[in-house]
């Protein structure tokens, strides 16, 4: 009897003690989800800037000589429409301006203009001639495009396109005396691509490639045998670096 009220009582205390034990024990909390990570920062492109450019470009003209054959004081070996090309490497450089507008995301959109100068000069010998050569000389080129692109970090990967133009001069050069004619505006298309890299928060740096695609012109030359008409169509593929400053 004695053996059982010891036992009795023994787990009684141990009892105790364990509630109290346990009654100072940390609750373990509830699981918590991690927090959702912050939403992208992108680099802000919208602004307007201006900046400077230059680069090299590659012309090339398609000439047609559409002079009559039977008296073309020029190419009497020809046919009329005969054509030959003319090509050069030249250098050029300007200045652009436009405007980006990013809302968000990394996606940018904008619009863009330059405006410059090619010293370019190709010319060839009309294959119908000794001694007669037909090109193009220098003078500004142009174009206002649609700007598209998608923002990587602080680099900006875009395609552009819309119209451009180019007024060089016409050169001609025969034995014979004669008065030329300069052409018209070449006027056309502009389309590319390129990337711009953010140097800080006003100021970018980008390499770009544009290939202008500048229609026909005619011009005509005037000579002792009459006036003889030529075709030109023009066209460049440009590589150029440039720097813009954004305004805001």
């Not at 919208?46 to 012309?59: D, E, K, P, T």
């Not at 193009?136 to 174009?143: E, H, N, P």
């Not at 590319?192 to 229609?215: C, D, M, P, T």
């Amino acid at each position: 009897m004695k053996r059982l009220l010891f036992a009795t009582t023994a787990l009684a205390v141990f009892a105790a003690g364990a509630s109290a034990y346990g009654a100072d024990m940390p609750v373990t909390p509830a699981y918590q989800p991690p927090p959702a990570p912050p939403p992208p920062v992108y680099y802000n492109w919208s602004g307007c800037y201006v900046g400077l450019h230059a680069g090299i470009a590659q012309s090339n003209v398609e000439i047609a000589d559409n002079g009559n054959a039977a008296h073309h004081p020029f190419a009497p070996l020809g046919t009329p429409g005969q054509k030959f090309n003319a090509s050069d490497d030249s250098l050029f450089g300007g200045g652009q301006l436009g405007c980006n507008l990013q809302v968000n995301s990394p996606f940018v959109v904008g619009f863009e203009s330059d405006l410059g100068w090619i010293d370019m000069g190709p010319t060839a010998l009309d294959p119908g001639s000794v001694n007669t050569t037909v090109g193009l000389g220098s003078g500004f080129y142009g174009d206002i495009t649609a700007r598209g692109g998608y923002a990587l970090g602080s680099a900006l990967f875009y395609v552009k396109g819309g119209w451009a133009f180019y007024n060089g001069k016409e050169t001609f050069s025969s034995s014979l005396p004669t008065t030329n004619v300069d052409v018209a505006l070449f006027n056309g298309w502009a389309l590319g691509a390129g990337v711009e890299y953010r140097l800080s928060y006003n100021w970018s740096a980008k390499l770009e490639y544009l290939h202008l695609g500048l229609g026909k012109q005619n011009f005509f030359v005037q000579s002792a045998g009459g006036v003889f008409q030529f075709n030109e169509k023009l066209s460049l593929d440009t590589l150029k670096i440039g720097v813009n400053y954004k305004f805001y």
